[in-house]
């Protein structure tokens, strides 16, 4: 995969319909993945294998499942359908979570690095082997019956959401790569990317998420943009690399411009050690800018392939 898109949809009869339409369109303007996040309505690897099984060649993933009020067992089952049902072109996301996702979970958001290790061990015995014996300090995973689906092989890839020390640290030891948002090239190329390679055996994924819209009403655009990321704001992995790169908000991290500005943008991305990019919150302005997006980030994927 080199460039991709995060699609989601407000204002819509059935969410799923709209989705699939949204891919449809995103893969035909050359867009070679879509990826969804985890909210508290619907089950992001559901509609990750639906929208691959939709849309035959595009690459769908997750991004990101919180590891906090979930189980193995449970996740690895979701993600080996998804698998299967896509015919290998699924990636399973994971995150940390937060306070805001352990409380709707009723659930103490405690020791969360300790809790993110257990898990991706567990998690990578159960897709790799079919089963896993593991006792943990916060996780036991002892399925009593085999947990592996036909059909899901190779094994979906797994993926991170980190981007504080300690995730980086364990996601690079145990994970295939990460899925870092709201970090900029000089955190990428500072803090994010020397701490997971060093942490990896092998060249890790480094999938870069990046708020961007190609319009010509900047201003507006920018607006909403504050409006709508300042929720980030709040959450310490969030604030913490937006003000490692220098940036006082969210929205600072967005690029929002013409053509030739979202590319120069996209490439320092690249440049900081990305090896692909998503485009995401193209919702941020007119269905008209969101498709032109769309079409930028579909031929700069088509120049990466060729070049």
Same mark, same amino acid.
């Given at each position: 995969? +080199?460039?991709?898109?995060?699609l989601a949809a407000t204002n819509v009869e059935n969410y799923v319909d709209a989705i699939v339409a949204k891919a449809r369109t995103a893969h035909d303007l050359g867009l070679k993945s879509a990826w969804f996040g985890q909210r508290m309505d619907y089950d992001s690897p559901a509609l990750a294998a639906i929208v691959g099984r939709e849309v035959p060649g595009l690459q769908v993933g997750t991004s990101a499942i919180p590891v906090i009020g979930r189980h193995p067992v449970n996740v690895a089952a979701q993600a080996q359908t998804a698998q299967a049902? #896509?015919?290998g072109r699924y990636h399973l996301g994971l995150a940390v979570g937060s306070t805001l996702v352990a409380d709707a979970f009723g659930t103490p958001f405690d020791r969360p690095i300790a809790r993110l290790r257990e898990f991706l061990t567990a998690t990578m015995q159960l897709l790799e082997t079919g089963t896993a014996d593991f006792h943990g300090e916060l996780l036991t995973v002892t399925p009593t019956l085999p947990t592996a689906v036909p059909g899901a092989q190779p094994r979906p890839p797994v993926l991170v959401a980190a981007m504080g020390p300690q995730a980086l640290s364990v996601s690079g030891e145990l994970a295939d790569g990460i899925l870092p948002y709201l970090a900029g090239p000089k955190t990428l190329t500072t803090h994010i990317v020397p701490a997971v390679t060093r942490a990896s055996t092998t060249k890790p994924? /480094?999938?870069? @998420? /990046?708020?961007?819209? /190609?319009t010509a009403d900047t201003e507006t655009v920018r607006a909403h943009a504050h409006d709508k990321?300042? @929720?980030?704001?709040?959450?310490?992995?969030?604030?913490?690399v937006i003000n490692l790169e220098g940036a006082s908000r969210a929205a600072d991290l967005a690029l929002i411009g013409d053509e030739? +500005?979202?590319t120069a943008g996209i490439h320092r991305y690249f440049e900081a050690g990305a090896t692909e990019v /998503?485009? %995401?919150? %193209?919702?941020?302005? #007119?269905?008209?800018?969101e498709r032109r997006t769309w079409k930028l980030a579909?031929?700069?994927a088509a120049d990466r392939v060729g070049a």
């Open positions: 995969m +080199t460039l991709g898109i995060a049902a #896509t015919h994924r /480094v999938v870069a @998420f /990046v708020p961007a819209v /190609v990321l300042s @929720f980030y704001e709040q959450i310490p992995s969030y604030s913490r030739e +500005t979202i /998503v485009i %995401t919150s %193209t919702d941020l302005s #007119t269905q008209e800018d579909g031929q700069l």
